[in-house]
């Protein structure tokens, strides 16, 4: 699982995505660009028993040797944030927290409050992942990614899913040195494997900490890949941000999560308070019509 690759020579249509002008930084922050409408190579490779295939090859070219010189105190002042704002999650906001969804999640269904998960890491090593748990115990959680209407999500991890509040203990991942707040996220180990096999180099997205946002998260990839071209295009999002990666990119993607999780949880909190108020409706419409019935009667 270590193996990455010394330079990805890619398709060069995102050659020039590249943060050194204004309009550069705001193109590959726009919410509304995507990678998907850019045209992706392929190439047939044959598998050990003989059978071929078609292996996706992304757009981004990247040498990792250069990268690895030119980001140095990067690196450093990256790891130096990471350490100062997660302590301060875990002091101020997992603390107490921590306990409050603790007996929530006890209520609401049997099984432990944390859900810990094995994911492939920095330069493929592997981790295990802290969540909230957001679902019902189950043999399939290490394979079977969680689609939107998965009947094992409970009840109260429907909101911390859509809030994105089940991954705040990977901030003591953080901690640990095992994640980053801002990188590729990580993928469990049989994923990773499906994922090799259908994309060329990319183990390469390892050569960072994983994160517990990323770019292509705050493009909307985020959660099931459902689709081929999904995958394809959340692994460019990844190279990409590898290939910009700068302090100014993180404490964007940082400012864009924090949005769109607040924006999930009012969503969601105001769905739930319409569906009462539409259910509240529908009881008196049938009382009525009860008692319309009756009077006629």
């Not at 995505?17 to 509304?32: A, H, N, R, V």
């Not at 994640?179 to 994923?191: A, C, E, K, N, Q």
């Not at 302090?247 to 569906?275: C, H, P």
């Amino acid at each position: 699982m270590s193996q990455v690759y010394n330079v990805i020579y890619l398709h060069p249509d995102f050659e020039h995505i590249s943060l050194t002008s204004t309009m550069q930084q705001t193109k590959i922050l726009d919410l509304g660009y995507d990678v998907k409408n850019h045209v992706h190579s392929e190439k047939m490779l044959s598998t050990s028993d003989g059978q071929k295939h078609k292996k996706f090859v992304a757009p981004v070219h990247l040498d990792i040797n250069k990268f690895y010189r030119q980001k140095t105190l990067y690196f450093f002042a990256k790891r130096a944030f990471d350490i100062t704002l997660s302590a301060l999650v875990v002091i101020f906001i997992l603390s107490w927290l921590t306990p409050l969804l603790a007996i929530l999640i006890k209520i609401d269904s049997r099984g432990p409050v944390f859900f810990l998960q094995k994911r492939v890491g920095y330069l493929g090593k592997i981790f295990y992942c802290y969540k909230f748990r957001s679902m019902t115990l189950n043999k399939e959680a290490d394979f079977k990614q969680a689609t939107e209407y998965d009947y094992r999500i409970t009840r109260l991890g429907k909101i911390l899913r859509k809030s994105n509040l089940d991954e705040l203990p990977q901030f003591i991942n953080v901690l640990l040195g095992d994640m980053s707040i801002v990188g590729p996220r990580p993928h469990m180990l049989y994923d990773c494997l499906c994922f090799s096999y259908h994309i060329e180099g990319y183990k390469t997205r390892n050569i960072v900490r994983p994160g517990i946002t990323g770019l292509a998260q705050i493009k909307g990839y985020r959660g099931v890949i459902q689709t081929r071209n999904c995958m394809t295009n959340r692994f460019v999002w990844d190279l990409l941000y590898i290939k910009n990666a700068s302090f100014y990119l993180d404490l964007q993607i940082i400012r864009l999560t924090a949005r769109q999780t607040l924006n999930g949880l009012f969503e969601k909190i105001s769905t739930l308070f319409s569906s009462r108020k539409d259910r509240k409706r529908l009881v008196k419409r049938r009382t009525l019509k009860t008692l319309q019935k009756q009077k006629r009667a």
